[in-house]
C-alpha cells in the first residue's frame, strides 16, 4: 500500500500553462517536503511545510499542506521548460527518524 | 557549505559480488539515511544512522546493512548482489533533531 498517491503521474503541457501536483494520504505527517530531480541525480529540496493549513510561495511555485496534514498540493505558475523534471513529495512521521515516506512522483514535460 | 557527497557516482557489479558505497553528509549534519531508488518502486527507505547508530530501519533483508563513522560518514554494503539490486541508491542528511534532508547526488549501481 502506497503511503503518499501522488497525482498525476505523468504531465505534459505548453510553456505558460499552470498546473496542479497532488499528494494525498490517509496519514498524517508532521511535515511534508517537495523536491525536484533531474534523471541521474539526487532530489532537490523545494520546500517544507510544517503547519496545517500553511501556504509557501517560491517564485511561481505555491505550496500548500493540507489542515489536517494529510495532503498537500504544488501549483506552477506559467511553466517554463526549465521546470521540467520529476516532482516527488515525501511526509515525515513523528517518532519513524530519518524515515521520509516518498509518493512515486509526478513527471513533468514542459514543452516549448 | 558543501552538499552531500556520495561516492562512486557508477558502479557495475556481478551476481553474488558485494559493493560499498559512501557517503559524506553535510558538514554539522548528524544523520544519514539511505534510500532505493527504482522505476517501479520508487524511493524507497533503507536505513537511518544518527550519532554512530541505527536509530530507524527499512524492510529490506539483511543482505544490506550500512555503518556511520565517528564523523558522521556512512557507508552501505550490500553482499551477494541480486539482479534486483540494480538501482540508484541515495544518501541524505540532516541535522538529527528536524525532518528536512537533503539528498546526495546518488550512486546508480548497476548487477549484471
Known amino acids: 500500500t502506497q503511503l503518499l498517491e501522488q497525482s498525476p503521474q505523468f504531465l505534459s503541457i505548453q510553456e505558460g500553462e499552470n498546473l496542479t501536483v497532488y499528494c494525498n494520504s490517509s496519514s498524517v505527517f508532521s511535515s511534508l517536503q517537495w523536491y525536484r530531480q533531474e534523471p541521474g541525480e539526487g532530489p532537490v529540496l523545494l520546500v517544507t511545510?510544517?503547519?496545517?493549513?500553511e501556504v509557501k510561495k517560491l517564485k511561481r511555485l505555491t505550496f500548500q499542506f493540507g489542515d489536517a496534514r494529510k495532503d498537500s498540493s504544488l501549483h506552477i505558475t506559467a511553466a517554463q521548460t526549465g521546470d521540467t523534471g520529476l516532482y516527488l513529495c515525501?511526509?515525515?512521521?513523528?517518532?519513524?527518524?530519518?524515515?521520509?515516506?516518498f509518493g512515486k512522483g509526478t513527471k513533468l514535460s514542459v514543452k516549448p | 557549505k558543501a552538499g552531500v557527497t556520495q561516492t562512486p557516482r557508477y558502479l557495475i557489479k556481478t551476481r553474488g559480488q558485494q559493493v560499498t558505497l559512501s557517503c559524506s553528509p553535510i558538514?554539522?549534519?548528524?544523520?544519514v539515511s539511505w534510500y532505493q531508488q527504482t522505476p517501479g518502486q520508487g524511493l524507497q527507505f533503507l536505513f537511518e544512522?544518527?550519532?554512530?547508530?541505527?536509530?530507524n530501519k527499512g524492510n529490506f533483508p539483511g543482505r544490506f546493512s550500512g555503518r556511520q563513522f565517528s564523523n558522521s560518514r556512512s557507508e552501505m554494503n550490500v553482499s551477494t548482489l541480486e539482479l534486483g539490486d540494480s538501482a540508484l541508491y541515495l544518501c541524505?542528511?540532516?541535522?538529527?533533531?528536524?525532518?528536512?534532508?537533503?539528498f546526495g547526488p546518488g550512486t546508480r549501481l548497476l548487477v549484471l
Open positions: 541524505a542528511s540532516e541535522n538529527g533533531g528536524g525532518e528536512t534532508q537533503y
Open positions: 511545510v510544517v503547519t496545517g493549513g
Open positions: 558538514s554539522g549534519h548528524r544523520s
Open positions: 544512522y544518527f550519532s554512530e547508530t541505527q536509530r
Open positions: 515525501a511526509g515525515a512521521r513523528r517518532g519513524s527518524q530519518g524515515n521520509l515516506i
